[in-house]
């Protein structure tokens, strides 16, 4: 088990990109900010660096994916209901992300998603009663 976790991720403006996470009601944890990079608070032990692209590189010899034509990975956040997934992926388009899909209704699961200005793909879901397993 991890105590907490930090995703990487690389940025081509870091002030657009805070900017655009703060319109989203969220904050950056001070300590670990500076011109390179910011630390965005997910929640208690859930925390993304945004790192500028050249600072990013310093770490990997690989390539940085373009992410407006790529994807690697979607980063899902889990929420409280399906109203904070709709509101979420609202004040992200306000904020100048998209979203590149509906929102899907699985029954047990509501989920939309939105694209940050960078094009991470970030995944919104609210969780509730799980079907009943069947047995195999």
Request: net charge negative; aromatic share 20%; hydrophobic share 55%.
């Given at each position: 088990?991890?105590?907490q976790i930090f995703v990487n991720l690389p940025v081509a403006d870091l002030p657009v990109?805070?900017?655009?996470?703060?319109?989203?009601?969220?904050?950056?944890?001070?300590q670990f900010t500076n011109d390179d990079a910011a630390c965005l608070v997910l929640g208690e032990h859930a925390f993304v660096m945004l790192l500028t692209k050249p600072f990013f590189s310093g770490f990997t010899d690989k390539?940085?994916?373009?992410t407006k034509t790529h994807i690697q990975v979607i980063n899902a956040l889990s929420v409280k209901d399906r109203e904070a997934v709709d509101a979420m992926v609202s004040a992200a388009i306000a904020a100048g992300g998209r979203s590149p899909r509906p929102a899907k209704d699985y029954g047990f699961m509501y989920q939309h998603s939105f694209e940050d200005p960078d094009g991470h793909l970030w995944e919104v879901f609210f969780m509730g009663a799980m079907p009943p397993q069947t047995p195999a």
């Open positions: 088990m991890v105590d990109a805070k900017a655009f996470w703060e319109k989203l009601g969220f904050s950056f944890n001070p390539a940085i994916l373009d």
